[in-house]
Each structure stands twice: as C-alpha cells, then as structure tokens.
C-alpha cells in the first residue's frame, strides 16, 4: 500500500460524555487502585459492542473491575487522551493504526475486521476521478483518511489531485449535506446520517472492494498501564468477545440499547464488520497473521508519510499478553 505524503493535524474535538457501565470507584481511574479502568469507545457497533456485552453480563463484576466509558468521535483523539493520562483504554479503527506503530500506545486485542469507510461524492458524481480537483472532507489520521489514500492509489491518483479538506465527522455530516465539499472519507454509521439528507450520493469507493487488504480495529491501553491490569482487561473483552460471536442479534440489541439507537441501524452498522472468535484470534496471533496485517498497515503509513519506518508488529501489539489472557 502507498499513498503522497502530507502534514497531518489533530483538529478534531472530541465528546466527552461519560456513560458509566459498571458501578465505579471513587479513585478516578486506573492510576488509583487498579480496579477503576477509564474506557473510550466510539458511537458505533464496532466501537462500543464488547463494552455494552460486558456491562449487561456483568463481566466487569466478575473481573472485580469498574469502568467508566467516555465516547469520542474517532481514534487519534483518545491515544491522545492516552497519552494525557486521561484515558486507560481505548478503541481505534485501521486508520489510527500508524499511531501504536510510532510507539503512541499498545495494542492489546484485536476487535474485528472493518470494513465500514467509504469514499462518498455528491449526486452526479459517480467515479473517484471525478472528483479530481473537488473538495473532500476527511477527518485526518482516521479510517476516513486511509479509505480515501487507498481509493486514490488504485485509481493511479494521488492525494494531490483533490483538494483534501480536514474536518472532524460532525462537521463533514453537515459540510456534505449542504453541498460545501464535493466529496468525503467517511464510515459507516455516519454515513447513514448524511444519506438522510442526501438519498442519492454516490460510493465511489469502499474498503469492502479492497482485494487482499485487511484492517483491523483494535482496542489500545496506554503505554505506561500496568500489565497485570491490561490482561484483566482483555480478559473481559474476550469474553464479550465470544459473547459477541455467538449471539449476533442479540449483541445489536445490547449495543443499540447503550448508544440510544434504532436496533436496524445498528444492525446494517454490524453488517460491515467481519467478527471473529478468539480462538481465531488467538491462533492468528500465534501464527503471525495478526502482525502480517498490521505490517501491511504500517507499509501503508509508511507511504503516506505517517510512519517513517514500518516497525515490528511485536513492538506494539501485545500478543503474549491477548494469549496469556485466553488462557484464564
């Protein structure tokens, strides 16, 4: 994979509203007594699923862990939460990957494979190239981003030939809906928000049509979390996890009831994303598929100027510990 380079820029704002999912301590956080985790999650099934299974089988409980979960609109923002010390947990999509690569956060247990991001143009517009020279809103250092870079490439364009626009989700929702940019790097559910007002936009690309291209979302911990904690923690996530695998309705219906959303929403969201077992995720990371697909993301940043070096997949991704986690 690879695309121009660019100046990247953390723009972005971010919601924090905390939803507690668990009955939670006074401490403040995993820098107390270890048994308060602070969780970001982003408003969509991908992001908050296994956090809504945990709280409504009690898998915090059983863990003897509270945790207190705060929405964000996107990946960059909570490592930089991370980073801050505000944030013990987090979620990211593929397009945030580069960041655990440049030694911003770990990895700890891989989600599921996405396939949510779209590049989207305006009615009438029905190819990439016809959006050269346009506007394209894109929340930068995303999903949104990588979508869009990865379109270019297979097109034999590059990011140079639109005019590339930076915004954060919520502004590129109302900046397309009202015709101010021409096209967007966008996923899916936020894209069912602007085809309410804009039936008839046009897909001119998806990750989905990506032959042989894999991405990976993924739940992250800061760099200085307690290993001990972080295992207890991908323990609960692998239970919901299977949780997830096994009982796909009814994990809709849970997740939809903690977002506040219409369960067909949230079940056309679902569809996008390929779950898998942990056992399949464990054997992955055993037999190096794990980091074979963060090393083609990394390959891709590397490209667009994101990373200067695609690093060992080991250096970032905590394998040892999401299998030692399996295990208890």
């Not at 097109?155 to 101010?180: H, L, N, R, W, Y």
């Not at 942990?278 to 190096?288: I, N």
Request: hydrophobic share 40%; aromatic share 8%; proline share 5%.
């Amino acid at each position: 994979m690879r695309a121009t380079r660019r100046t990247l820029a953390f723009s972005l704002t971010v919601a924090l509203l905390s939803l507690p999912v668990a009955a939670c301590s006074d401490d403040g956080g995993g820098g107390g007594d270890g048994s308060t985790v602070r969780f970001g999650y982003i408003n969509d099934y991908n992001g908050a699923s296994l956090l809504a299974i945990a709280e409504k089988q009690g898998l915090w409980e059983k863990a003897g862990l509270d945790a207190e979960v705060s929405v964000f609109n996107n990946g960059p923002i909570q490592i930089q939460a991370l980073g801050a010390g505000d944030l013990d947990f987090g979620y990211i999509g593929p397009g945030a990957m580069w960041l655990p690569a440049s030694g911003k956060a770990d990895v700890i247990a891989v989600n599921t494979l996405g396939y949510a991001d779209r590049v989207i143009a305006q009615p009438g517009i029905t190819s990439l190239a016809g959006l050269k020279g346009k506007k394209v809103g894109v929340p930068e250092g995303t999903s949104g981003d990588m979508a869009l870079n990865l379109a270019l490439q297979e097109e034999g364009m590059s990011i140079d030939d639109v005019e590339k626009v930076p915004m954060d989700p919520a502004t590129i929702v109302s900046a397309f809906s009202s015709g101010q940019i021409d096209g967007a790097g966008l996923w899916y559910p936020m894209i069912d928000e602007i085809k309410a007002k804009v039936p008839d936009l046009e897909e001119v690309a998806s990750t989905r049509d990506m032959a042989d291209s894999y991405f990976p979302t993924a739940f992250v911990a800061g760099t200085d979390v307690d290993p001990e904690l972080s295992t207890k923690v991908v323990g609960v996530l692998q239970e919901a996890n299977d949780w997830r695998f096994e009982n796909p309705g009814e994990s809709v219906a849970e997740t939809a009831a903690m977002l506040k959303l219409d369960e067909e929403k949230v079940e056309a969201d679902a569809a996008n994303q390929e779950v898998l077992a942990t056992k399949d995720l464990v054997a992955k990371t055993k037999d190096g598929t794990v980091g074979d697909w963060l090393d083609e993301l990394a390959e891709f940043f590397v490209g667009t100027g994101q990373l200067q070096q695609a690093p060992d997949p080991a250096e970032y991704y905590l394998g040892d510990l999401y299998t030692k986690a399996s295990t208890k």
